[in-house]
Each structure stands twice: as structure tokens, then as C-alpha cells.
């Protein structure tokens, strides 16, 4: 099984729709992530939580939310997709070398 | 603004020869920087880190080399292999505080072709 796990793997949506993305991790790291991909740019980093109770925006928080379950989950909502949400979205953990450790991403399309 | 510019964006070689990948960038106070190498579909997995004080390291076929006073990074790769294809990424944490800050380049596509 993959250390870090998301879900969906895609997800076809129309505009106005709730969406929420899963992640889950075995690697017992506090570090977790979300990213977005698009083609042509850098990975983005979307929120971050350092443990449980922190929550960080990154430098593309608009239209996007988080939630830290737990110290191996990590969810991601968009409240109401919009069709330039469509993008690759990763989650990441990193440890105490900051090695980031990515999922298998989650496509997303929003109609 | 802390920024990573990678060349080229794409690269087409045979089997066997041997390519250098390039990453310059503009990240200050300068803590690390990491290659990644992306496959088509799935998340980034870290090939090397490279710290200020680190000229070059190997990790099998691959050899990163690190200019801290030039602030050019390289990745070379030997004899390349069919499952060489892929996007490498380089990536350079900057120190902030007690936390680093990650500036993602937008990675070399490779295609290693028979």
C-alpha cells in the first residue's frame, strides 16, 4: 500500500459543486500538505498543518479549505468549484529532513 | 522574489546517451535544494538534496551538482534508460524562521526514446 494515499483520483464536477479530496498517511509525519499542479507551473502550495491543531494558508488559499482530522488525514474541500480549479492535486507529508513525500495525485475537472 | 527557472523545458534523447539537466535560482537565505523526479500520472519522488556545503552527489545514474555562489544547480543523468522519462523538478527551500519555505520549479520534461 502506498504511504500516502488520496482520494479521489478523479473527479469529474460541474461549477457551483462541493467537492472534498482525501488524504491519508502511514508515514507518522506531522508535516502535510496540498499542492496544486498545472501545466506549465510549479507545484502550488495550497494549505499546510504542521499537526493537528495548526492550519497554515499557502500561497493559494482562495476558494479552498482544510480540515486535519487527525495526524494521518488531511482533507481538502472546495466549497464551490469553479472551472479554473482544474488542476492535479497532490498531498504531501514531510519528517524531520524535509523530504517531501508525495500521493498519487487527484485529478480534478470542473465542468 | 525567491523564484527557480529550469532549462530546458523539454528533451528528447536516445537510449544510452547521457543529459544534463539545469536549475537556477533566486532563493535567499539559501537552505537546501532537492531534485524530484515526477512520472506521467504520478506524485514527485525525491532523487537528491543538496545542502550549501555540498559540491555534487551521486545516486546511482544520477549526479547533482551544486554552484552555492552561482546559485546553479545540475542534474546529470548516465546512460539513460527507457524509465528515465519522466519531469524532474528541482526544488529550493528557503530559511524562514523555524520553517522552510519551498519554491517548486516548473520542471524538464525528458523523453528518452529508442
Known amino acids: 500500500d502506498a504511504d500516502v494515499t488520496q482520494t479521489p483520483r478523479n473527479r469529474i464536477t460541474k461549477t457551483g459543486k462541493r467537492i472534498m479530496l482525501e488524504c491519508s498517511q502511514t508515514k507518522g509525519h506531522d508535516r502535510m500538505y496540498w499542492y496544486r499542479q498545472d501545466p506549465g507551473l510549479g507545484l502550488r502550495l495550497i494549505y499546510y498543518?504542521?499537526?493537528?491543531?495548526?492550519?497554515n494558508k499557502g500561497e493559494i488559499s482562495d476558494g479552498y479549505s482544510v480540515s486535519r482530522q487527525a495526524q494521518a488525514k488531511f482533507s481538502l474541500s472546495l466549497e464551490s468549484a469553479i472551472p479554473n480549479q482544474t488542476a492535479l492535486y497532490f498531498c504531501?507529508?514531510?519528517?524531520?529532513?524535509?523530504?517531501?513525500?508525495f500521493g498519487e495525485g487527484s485529478r480534478l475537472t470542473v465542468l | 522574489k525567491n523564484q527557480v527557472e529550469q532549462s530546458p523545458q523539454s528533451l528528447i534523447i536516445l537510449e544510452g546517451k547521457n543529459c544534463t539537466l539545469q536549475c537556477n535560482y533566486t532563493v535567499s537565505p539559501f537552505s537546501n535544494l532537492r531534485w524530484y523526479k515526477q512520472d506521467t500520472g504520478r506524485g514527485p519522488v525525491s532523487l537528491t538534496i543538496?545542502?550549501?556545503?555540498?559540491n555534487t552527489k551521486s545516486n546511482g545514474r544520477y549526479t547533482a551538482t551544486l554552484d552555492a555562489d552561482t546559485k546553479q544547480s545540475s542534474l546529470h543523468i548516465t546512460a539513460s534508460q527507457l524509465s528515465d522519462s519522466a519531469s524532474y523538478i528541482c526544488?529550493?527551500?528557503?530559511?524562514?524562521?523555524?520553517?522552510?519555505?519551498?519554491?517548486f520549479g516548473t520542471g524538464t520534461r525528458l523523453q528518452v526514446t529508442l
Open positions: 543538496m545542502t550549501f556545503s555540498e
Open positions: 504531501a507529508t514531510s519528517g524531520e529532513t524535509g523530504e517531501l513525500f
Open positions: 498543518s504542521f499537526d493537528v491543531k495548526d492550519i
Open positions: 526544488v529550493v527551500s528557503a530559511i524562514s524562521g523555524t520553517a522552510s519555505k519551498l519554491t
